[in-house]
């Protein structure tokens, strides 16, 4: 069992904060700078304690996640006062290890997901990618992820950096090409929900399958071009998703070609 | 009852054919060039006849749905005899309803799914996407489709053309994008399958909402400049890659703007 410190009261804390003490760790305290936000959390645990002072040379917590936003991280790391010998983890999928460098026994514990308050995750299916600074403190945090993931790896600063961008591109600009596609349907009075089951199923396929190339359909792969210039012909009023069908459209028949 | 014939034995055939026949319709005979294919889905229905020629003057349907690709569609129904006063459908998302324009009784009846033969799709949650050439057959068309689908809806060759674009953004460019970040994943030795819970997450997020739009995350939303940069030197190796995150990136930032 280990007895550990979350210094942020976002989404992240509240997913990683049930799961751990429902694996049967202990959480002792909970930092928000604003000490309502940190009482939100602890008022759903079993007995964590709501602070808003960084100083935590009193607490009995082994090791201490930083669960804020990016940009405030080595700001609020510098802060910190932790006790003899804690480790100090930050949850981020962008910053470098290397961004809690004034602490020796320093990791980084990063849930691939993306978290909300309103919906649940199965954390047990979120890969952990882990990173540590020695080997006492990578054998802690991967005894720690094993508890509550199944799916737990050792990934370098660099590797998670290509993670992100990988994430980029399958999630983020995934997203994007969904509202790209509600707004073309919707402006002509039709309904973006028309499209949804065939958006599920195409995401239920593309991930059934070792590679998404194998399963890509549509004029691009096709080669109908008649198509793809009536497509680019309609997509006039549109000039920047204009762009963006051509070069998808290139980048598709690109890759086919190997 | 309806009673009905398929011109053209593959994925679309066998899931229509399937389904209409669940729901109490009779499927009388199944056209395909090769006629071992049309005896392949023959075989799994009630008392269907598999065929190789295009002169249906002896049938007994009163409807017709040509389930071929696009392309060959136009040279097919001109090939084609039919009864007198029968119905005939193609299924395209892509093909004007003047497609079949000697055929005075002549439909579109296109599922807005795709399908392959080893998966199962639901029909009943497919949308079907109906036009027809004059009230008699519309009527017709419409309480077949809502005889298999929850979902149907008249929408004119231009409409049909507008979702056909959207599905190729939300579901093609999608695929794609996904099959980029298994490329750019693996090339460092990194698994696909590390990203498929976020991925899995976001199009159930998107799909949960009106607007994915509402639900974007990522560099691009955030206005995190310094990530972007970073990703995009990253992509040098990539360069039709990287002109995509670039592009992708202002897309997301132009959004949300207004």
Same mark, same amino acid.
């Given at each position: 069992?280990?007895?550990?410190?979350?210094?942020?009261?976002?989404?992240?804390?509240?997913?990683?904060?049930?799961?751990?003490?429902?694996?049967?760790?202990?959480?002792?305290?909970?930092?928000?700078?604003?000490?309502?936000?940190?009482?939100?959390?602890?008022?759903?645990?079993?007995?964590?304690?709501?602070?808003?002072?960084?100083?935590?040379?009193?607490?009995?917590?082994?090791?201490?996640?930083?669960?804020?936003?990016?940009?405030?991280? +080595?700001?609020?790391? *510098?802060?910190?006062?932790?006790?003899?010998? /804690?480790?100090?983890?930050?949850? $981020?999928? %962008?910053?470098? &290890?290397?961004?809690?460098?004034?602490?020796?026994?320093?990791?980084?514990?990063?849930?691939?997901?993306?978290?909300?308050?309103?919906?649940?995750?199965?954390?047990?299916?979120?890969?952990?990618?882990? +990173?540590?600074?020695? *080997?006492?403190?990578?054998?802690?945090?991967? /005894?720690?992820?094993?508890?509550? $993931?199944? %799916?737990?790896? &050792?990934?370098?600063?660099?590797?998670?950096?290509?993670?992100?961008?990988?994430?980029?591109?399958?999630?983020?600009?995934?997203?994007?090409?969904?509202?790209?596609?509600?707004?073309?349907?919707?402006? +002509?009075?039709?309904?973006?929900?028309?499209?949804?089951?065939?958006?599920?199923?195409?995401?239920?396929?593309?991930?059934?399958?070792?590679?998404?190339?194998?399963?890509?359909?549509?004029?691009?792969?096709?080669?109908?071009?008649?198509?793809?210039?009536?497509?680019?012909?309609?997509?006039?009023?549109?000039?920047?998703?204009?762009?963006?069908?051509?070069?998808?459209?290139?980048?598709?028949?690109?890759?086919?070609?190997?």
């Amino acid at each position: 069992m280990a007895k550990l410190s979350f210094i942020g009261a976002g989404n992240v804390a509240w997913h990683l904060a049930q799961a751990l003490e429902d694996a049967g760790h202990s959480i002792r305290q909970v930092y928000s700078r604003d000490i309502r936000h940190a009482k939100e959390l602890t008022r759903n645990l079993y007995d964590a304690q709501a602070v808003n002072t960084l100083d935590f040379t009193a607490s009995d917590a082994d090791i201490f996640f930083i669960t804020i936003p990016d940009d405030a991280v +080595e700001r609020i790391a *510098d802060s910190c006062i932790l006790p003899e010998g /804690a480790i100090l983890c930050h949850t $981020s999928g %962008t910053l470098p &290890l290397s961004t809690l460098r004034p602490f020796p026994d320093r990791g980084v514990f990063y849930p691939l997901q993306t978290f909300s308050k309103s919906r649940h995750v199965d954390v047990q299916k979120v890969p952990f990618c882990l +990173e540590a600074s020695n *080997d006492r403190t990578e054998e802690y945090i991967v /005894a720690l992820a094993q508890s509550i $993931s199944k %799916t737990v790896y &050792l990934v370098s600063s660099d590797e998670r950096k290509i993670l992100h961008v990988g994430a980029v591109f399958a999630c983020n600009f995934s997203n994007h090409l969904m509202a790209v596609a509600r707004n073309i349907v919707e402006r +002509e009075g039709l309904e973006f929900s028309l499209l949804k089951p065939l958006i599920e199923e195409t995401f239920t396929k593309a991930l059934a399958v070792d590679n998404p190339a194998t399963v890509q359909t549509g004029p691009a792969i096709r080669g109908d071009e008649q198509t793809i210039a009536n497509h680019v012909r309609y997509l006039k009023d549109y000039p920047l998703q204009q762009r963006i069908y051509r070069l998808l459209t290139e980048s598709i028949q690109d890759m086919s070609k190997g």
